[in-house]
């Protein structure tokens, strides 16, 4: 089973500051066929089911504003908030589709300071 | 717009049986390729299986700790996905959402939930 480990488990940024958080991934996630890494990031919120912010690594669902963003390539991939707002108090989940089971990273809390 | 709905959550003691249902509606039920997963109260998310399509075969993929007591089915006539769970634990009190899988596999929509208690 491919492990996806995030990091770090919780994280406290100031208003409009950047948020990082990381994702690894033990095994590749990048299908060379078509160079695409099967990687998407959800937002948590509670009392809520998951909701899709980033696949393909980087790819946007609609709706997500442009201050979330992710990267990455292979085993190392990040999601980054440009300035955050106080609705993106959440927990954050970075996820593999490459192969099943679809394995999760265990969650960072992000938190306002 | 997509929409699935969970349904058939309940109390169920160790040992007992459960199925859940999912009803889809918004798109081609027929041919989404769909899933389950779970999340325990307070913990992450987990990966629980997979069912194709049946164009595709209808293959079924389950996590380790599920294999052999729970089995993903559909009902293209009816729109539904299925997840009939037995041997039931206490470590698998959680709720349980429904997914479905897009285009390369992107797991795009996601239903509310429904609560699954194991306990005596």
């Known amino acids: 089973d491919i492990v996806m480990t995030q990091s770090p488990d919780s994280l406290a940024v100031s208003l409009g500051e950047r948020a990082t958080i990381n994702c690894k991934s033990s095994?590749?996630?990048?299908?060379?066929?078509?160079?695409?890494?099967?990687l998407a990031w959800y937002q948590q919120k509670p009392g809520q089911p998951p909701k899709l912010l980033i696949y393909?690594?980087?790819t946007r669902e609609s709706g997500v504003p442009d201050r979330f963003s992710g990267s990455g390539s292979g085993t190392d991939f990040t999601l980054t908030i440009s300035s955050l707002q106080a609705e993106d108090v959440a927990v954050y989940y970075c996820?593999?589709?490459?192969?099943?089971?679809?394995?999760f990273g265990q969650g960072t809390k992000l938190e306002i300071k | 717009e997509v929409h699935l709905v969970e349904s058939g959550g309940d109390l169920v003691k160790p040992g007992g049986s459960l199925r859940l249902s999912c009803a889809a509606s918004g798109f081609t039920f027929a041919i989404a390729w769909m899933s389950w997963a779970r999340q325990a109260p307070g913990q992450g998310l987990e990966w629980v299986g997979r069912?194709?399509?049946?164009?595709?075969?209808?293959?079924?993929d389950y996590a380790a700790p599920v294999k052999g007591r729970f089995t993903i089915s559909r009902d293209d006539s009816k729109n539904t996905l299925y997840l009939q769970m037995s041997s039931l634990k206490t470590e698998d009190t959680a709720v349980y959402y429904c997914i479905k899988l897009g285009v390369g596999g992107v797991p795009n929509e996601w239903g509310q939930g429904t609560l699954v208690t194991v306990s005596s």
């Open positions: 393909w690594t980087s």
């Open positions: 069912i194709k399509s049946n164009i595709d075969g209808a293959i079924r």
């Open positions: 095994q590749s996630v990048l299908y060379s066929s078509n160079n695409k890494n099967y």
């Open positions: 996820q593999q589709y490459y192969d099943t089971p679809h394995t």
